[in-house]
């Protein structure tokens, strides 16, 4: 299918690439929401915050090349390098162990692209929303209170491209700690 010049449409035919891709994928928490729901929820922050069209489609599918079959020429094909870089540089090297990843993330976190960062930052809102909402039934308190002080620190790297982005990270984090500290109550 040839991209269209309509951002409206490209928006869609990103959701319909996640969508497809991301099949039978649900995500960790006690809802067991398909996985889809996650890249679409990305997306949506980003666009009600004022991300660049790029960035929008990046984040529908920043999840295929980590957790599907997809390729990052798959995605040059589908949607262009632009984007395509976008999602290869907001992704994670699932070779490396977890918690090799999870200091890589902290560190190169301010050497990413604008558009990385915005990703980046409205991922870290969406998983925060999940894990005060609705957790993997084996995480534990002291795991969630782990979870969200990394975002955190992952976070500090990426603010400064999008003051309503990162306001709302700020606002979505002291609302995961209220919770998670209500509830150690």
Known sequence: MKPSTDPGAEILRATLFAARAHAGQVRK???AEPYVN?????ASILAEH???LPVILAALLHDTVEDT???HADLVAAF??????LVAEA???TMLPKETRKALQVSQAAKK?????QLKLADKISNLLAIADSP????IHARRLEYVGWAGRVAAGLKGVNPALDALFDATYRSAVAKLSAEEG
């Open 29 to 31: 928490g006690s809802a």
């Open 38 to 42: 996650h890249v679409i929820e990305v």
């Open 50 to 52: 004022g991300a660049p």
């Open 69 to 71: 079959d997809v390729t």
């Open 80 to 85: 262009g390098v632009e984007v395509a870089d």
């Open 91 to 93: 992704t994670d090297d």
């Open 113 to 117: 692209s604008d558009g990385a960062k």
């Open 136 to 139: 993997p039934a084996n995480w």
